[in-house]
């Protein structure tokens, strides 16, 4: 699966952005794709994922009530809506697919997924 990640930029604290990720190649064979993101300095962190064929959902605490991560099977795209941005949102955003292979609950580890987009930038000022 090949994965094209957009929509990072600069925003001011409460504002909002949408990320989007594009999927392509063998995407039936996706179990979920999930956000994850990297700030200066700091190991990569989960976000959020959903399940590619139902739709589940899952989100880190931090994020709770203010991401919405979503997909639209017609476009084999995962979105993103990030609402009342904190600074310390701001981070190198990279959209993750992890393969179908048996398992049956969404993951939260990176090395739980196998291929990868590139990263888009969210700053959020202060």
């Known amino acids: 699966v090949q994965l094209q990640a957009s929509g990072g930029g600069l925003v001011q604290a409460g504002g909002s952005l949408r990320l989007a990720c594009e999927a392509s190649?063998?995407?039936?064979?996706?179990?979920?794709m999930a956000w994850f993101r990297q700030a200066p300095g700091k190991k990569r962190e989960f976000v959020a994922a959903?399940?590619?064929?139902?739709?589940?959902?899952y989100y880190t605490d931090s994020v709770k009530g203010r991401f919405t991560i979503s997909k639209d099977d017609a476009k084999n795209t995962v979105y993103l809506q990030m609402n009342s941005l904190k600074p310390e949102d701001t981070a190198l955003y990279y959209c993750?697919?992890?393969?179908?292979?048996?398992?049956?609950?969404?993951?939260?580890?990176?090395?739980?997924?196998?291929?990868w987009g590139q990263g888009t930038l969210v700053t959020v000022s202060s």
């Open positions: 993750a697919a992890d393969r179908e292979s048996g398992q049956k609950r969404l993951r939260a580890g990176p090395n739980d997924y196998d291929s």
């Open positions: 190649g063998r995407t039936f064979m996706t179990y979920a």
């Open positions: 959903v399940t590619w064929s139902r739709g589940a959902t």
